[in-house]
T-cell receptor
Framework: GQNIDQPTEMTATEGAIVQINCTYQ??????LFWYQQHAGEAPTFLSY????GLEEKGRFSSFLSRSKGYSYLLLKELQMKDSASYLC???????????????FGKGTKLSVIP | SAVISQKPSRDICQRGTSLTIQCQVD?????MFWYRQQPGQSLTLIAT?????????ESGFVIDKFPISRPNLTFSTLTVSNMSPEDSSIYLC??????????FGSGTRLTVV
């Protein structure tokens, strides 16, 4: 089966840096996604990693180590609007169905305080 | 990326009734996915809807409870049947866009009383 772990909640200060970790155990791994979800809204795509290393996109960066089953999302220069849930999701090949599936972690609720 | 119009955005329903949720995509897509997000929880895949064939349901979800239609490559519906308070949740549709992105509809917040 697929298993994804990430912290339930985190708090950080405006202007600071925060790292949200995600560990996973999966078969047929085919990429890791990070999504941002504000309360009452749909998730929005932040990043995608399929190869090891760091992907940087503005204030957000995402890192992947496939051998360790580990990823993190790094948020720099935190703003109040970054308060949201951050979902780690793993795409894997469902050999039985012959298709790719996406499994989500339970999300990390980030609170940015002044 | 694709744009998805999902409706209704929210509804309050009596137990025992059914609600049909619609998703319209602005481009043709092969697969559409239906998710449920219960309060304080992450997204759980209900089923994958392919045009021209029956939907594929995940463990714990059955067609009688969550019938799905996929009449063409831009539209799908999910019906939540014979509702109970345990069905109170946010329901989201999703499609694959580009090489790897998944785009979500705005969600339907369902409350069953």
């Amino acid at each position: 089966g697929q298993n994804i772990d990430q912290p339930t909640e985190m708090t950080a200060t405006e202007g600071a840096i925060v790292q949200i970790n995600c560990t996973y155990q999966t078969s047929g791994f085919n990429g890791l996604f990070w999504y941002q979800q504000h309360a009452g809204e749909a998730p929005t795509f932040l990043s995608y990693n399929v190869l090891d290393g760091l992907e940087e996109k503005g204030r957000f960066s995402s890192f992947l180590s496939r051998s360790k089953g580990y990823s993190y999302l790094l948020l720099k220069e935190l703003q109040m609007k970054d308060s949201a849930s951050y979902l780690c999701a793993v795409r894997y090949e469902d050999s039985g169905a012959g298709s790719y599936q996406l499994t989500f972690g339970k999300g990390t609720k980030l609170s940015v305080i002044p | 990326s694709a744009v998805i119009s999902q409706k209704p955005s929210r509804d309050i329903c009596q137990r025992g009734t059914s609600l049909t949720i619609q998703c319209q995509v602005d481009s043709q897509v092969t697969m559409m996915f239906w998710y449920r997000q219960q309060p304080g929880q992450s997204l759980t895949l209900i089923a994958t809807a392919n045009q021209g064939s029956e939907a594929t349901y995940e463990s714990g979800f059955v067609i009688d409870k969550f019938p799905i239609s996929r009449p063409n490559l831009t539209f799908s519906t999910l019906t939540v049947s014979n509702m109970s308070p345990e069905d109170s949740s946010i329901y989201l549709c999703s499609v694959v866009t580009g090489n790897y992105g998944y785009t979500f509809g705005s969600g339907t917040r369902l409350t069953v009383v």
